[in-house]
């Protein structure tokens, strides 16, 4: 099938991560956008690809989206999009230009591969059920996601890692940490641990490489996440049986429907 646009992943260190899909793909489009054609440009070099390259970022993109859209409409050229590492649009600008493709009825596609988030998702070993990726951390806004019931995933730089590490352990009490590093390259590092373990690690050892940090979901005491169900437990008691009701939220909730049946037994009164 024919596509104007190709979402590419590229390796986020090991450049053998690299899909055969995507180098075809890379070698054959008539343009690629990246962040920074110097790092770009290494990738395909290693690969022996000649495609030209065009810079598409936060501070151009919304010069350059115009001019891809022309190109793609007018002239009928392809084009690849893709990072400095890893999966385009993943806090990037990728998604602007996505929107202007479907906006314009562009037909796209996305070649997958590695992404930072993923992997280091798997290499922390913390539950992978449910979680979120909130990007870069914002110590503003660590009281808020503390409500997420999930486990919580963040990019830093290694300049703040100790410090951002020092203001979530006040209000992600009692979680699991994970800092994972330089994730598929030589010096790959997972330290997972409580908040005083992995201070402590970077309080003596100097920060250096790429990271992800990862935060276990909050530890909720069953009678607690029982009492944020209490609206619907109130609007739904007298509709349906306690047995229908206890399963209904149990699969909303997680809590087990022995437990859920158990309490509306006790305090619920049709």
Known sequence: MYFSLYVVATPIGNLQDIS????????????????????????????GINTPLMVYN??????????????ILSQKETFALISDAGTPMISDPGYKLVNACIENKISFTVIPGASAVISALVLSGLPSNRFAFVGFSDASKFAELSKINATLIFYESPNRILSTIEQMQTIFKGRTVAV????????ETSIRGNFDFVISHF???????????????????????????????SELNSKISKRELSGALSK????????????????CND
């Open 20 to 47: 055969l899909r995507a180098l075809e793909t890379l070698g054959h489009v008539d343009h690629i956008l990246c962040e920074d054609t110097r790092v770009s440009a290494k990738l395909l070099q290693n690969f």
């Open 58 to 71: 936060d501070h151009n993109a919304v010069r350059v989206i115009p001019k891809v859209i022309t190109n």
């Open 180 to 187: 994972v590093k330089e994730i598929t390259k030589m010096y």
């Open 203 to 233: 309080k003596e050892n100097a920060p250096k490489g790429e990271f992800v940090i990862l935060l276990s979901p909050p530890k909720f005491s069953e009678t607690s996440r029982i009492e944020e169900l209490l609206p619907l437990i």
């Open 252 to 267: 909303y909730s997680g809590i087990s429907k022995n437990t859920l049946y158990n309490y509306l037994m006790e305090h």
